[in-house]
């Protein structure tokens, strides 16, 4: 992520504040939520909208339908999660983002520049860290372990997030893993307990095909 970041640096201030837009309505960003996210990752400097993927309210929560559709999807992605606890009423957003394409596999994917954040009620990123294991993110529904998990362990049995097929009752969040940055992505009550995860968004970020994009990250073909 730090090699993009003084791609743009020299950004002139009306550019580097335009937020993108959605292309439909989101029950889990807003544009002061979107700001954080802006501000901390420069992919979103080169989105000019959002492209809509999932969300549970339109879909519900069907796991397998959520994971149809961010295979589909040829560019960078930011994955939202909502959990609500009854007993307290409370609700937490958290999420990661993936700059590579996403892949149906029982084997590890992502790269470097995939991260891991928590977003509502406080905002914290969790980058991977340099040297450490590669497991920054795992899809599967086709067999066997069947989910989306992040920061994995070798044999695919503990992550740092684990959204599960079973998505409001079987999934969790940890403190720490190999892959990421220690610390707590919601309150440390909640960790590796089973979450009410009540509400999944994807959004795509720009895609690789833009010109423009690869003008701005320096790249040549």
Request: net charge neutral; hydrophobic share 35%; glycine share 8%.
């Amino acid at each position: 992520m730090l090699k993009f970041y003084f791609s743009f640096k020299f950004l002139t201030l009306t550019n580097c504040f335009r937020l993108p837009t959605f292309s439909k309505p989101s029950q889990l960003l807003n544009n002061e939520l979107l700001s954080l996210l802006f501000c901390n990752n420069p992919y979103f400097h080169i989105t000019k909208s959002l492209s809509f993927i999932y969300s549970s309210s339109f879909f519900g929560l069907d796991f397998n339908h959520f994971g149809n559709e961010i295979i589909k999807y040829t560019g960078p992605t930011l994955l939202l999660f909502k959990f609500f606890d009854p007993v307290s009423k409370k609700s937490f957003v958290f999420g990661a983002f993936q700059q590579s394409p996403w892949r149906n596999s029982n084997e590890y994917q992502g790269n470097e520049q995939n991260y891991l954040f928590s977003l509502f009620p406080k905002y914290s990123n969790f980058y991977g860290v340099p040297g450490g294991e590669r497991n920054y993110s795992y899809l599967n529904f086709k067999d066997g372990k069947i989910g989306l998990g992040f920061g994995g362990n070798f044999n695919r049995t503990q992550f740092r997030i684990w959204i599960d097929e079973q998505i409001s009752t079987e999934s969790y969040v940890g403190k720490e893993d190999s892959t990421y940055q220690t610390g707590y992505i919601l309150d440390p009550v909640y960790n590796k307990q089973k979450l009410n995860i009540c509400e999944i968004e994807a959004w795509g970020l720009y895609k690789e095909e833009d010109v423009n994009t690869h003008q701005i990250l320096g790249k040549t073909e």
